[in-house]
């Protein structure tokens, strides 16, 4: 069976760093795009960015850019999220997720990606 398996989320202080991982197993992802998204309690699932299979291309949403860094390591089938300067508002369930059918694309649309991690929880406190 495919999955995705998120870790690192935990508490950290306003100004903190988290660095998320995203292990993937079951097949290889080396070709397709990959993504972040979170979701606070009683908001909707957010884009948060997106990488393309190399790596090269990402891209973020305006409330993480200069703050967030998304990478991958292809042989270990696995992506990252550094997270710097966190803020309260970062507060939310961080997924992990991937393409099967998107191949050598980009997506921040959640319906593009058909595997899903089961969630990570990142708390940032004042």
């Known amino acids: 069976q495919v999955q995705l398996v998120e870790s690192g989320g935990g508490l950290v202080q306003a100004g903190g760093s988290l660095r998320l991982s995203c292990a993937a197993s079951g097949r290889t992802f080396s070709t397709s795009p990959m993504g972040w998204f979170r979701q606070a309690p009683g908001l909707e699932r957010e884009f948060v960015t997106t990488?393309?299979?190399?790596?090269?291309?990402?891209y973020y949403a305006e409330s993480v850019k200069g703050r967030f860094t998304v990478s991958r390591n292809n042989i270990k089938n696995t992506m990252y999220l550094q997270m710097n300067t966190l803020k309260p508002e970062d507060t939310a369930v961080y997924y992990c997720?991937?393409?099967?059918?998107?191949?050598?694309?980009?997506?921040?649309?959640?319906?593009?990606?058909?595997?899903w991690g089961q969630g990570t929880q990142v708390t940032v406190s004042s």
């Open positions: 997720a991937a393409s099967s059918t998107l191949r050598f694309r980009t997506s921040m649309n959640p319906d593009d990606y058909d595997y």
């Open positions: 990488i393309n299979w190399s790596g090269a291309t990402t």
